[in-house]
């Protein structure tokens, strides 16, 4: 049975940080990837990850602030949000394919997704 488990998030200040982890287990995956809804908006990209060689892409609106890493041990995927905006408040969801050719922005390209982990950025 695949499952992705979230944890981490929470409520930090502007300015501030946290990190969010997605542990996965019966799934071999090729990419990995954190996405965003805030309320009344779509489902939004934010990071992804090549699995195996560990390269990474991010949405221009998190490049510098935000870093994606994994555990390939652990199957365990990461995000650390640094500089932390209210803007950045959202659900935060981590997904998975098994797919080998994809477009890591799109959504429709995951098929495994974790159940999501709201974190919230004050002013």
């Known amino acids: 049975q695949v499952q992705l488990v979230q944890s981490g998030g929470g409520l930090v200040q502007a300015g501030g940080s946290l990190r969010v982890s997605c542990a996965a287990s019966g799934l071999t995956s090729t990419y990995m990837g954190w996405f965003r809804q805030a309320p009344g908006k779509q489902r939004e990209f934010v990071a992804a990850?090549?699995?195996?060689?560990?390269?990474?892409d991010y949405a221009d609106s998190v490049k510098g602030r935000f870093t994606i890493s994994r555990d390939n041990a652990e199957n365990t995927l990461y995000l650390q949000m640094n500089s932390l905006k209210p803007e950045d408040t959202a659900v935060y969801y981590c997904?998975?394919?098994?797919?080998?050719?994809?477009?890591?922005?799109?959504?429709?390209?995951?098929?495994?997704w974790g159940q999501g982990t709201q974190v919230t950025v004050s002013s």
């Open positions: 997904a998975a394919t098994d797919r080998r050719f994809i477009v890591w922005a799109n959504k429709e390209h995951y098929n495994q």
């Open positions: 990850i090549n699995w195996s060689d560990g390269y990474t």
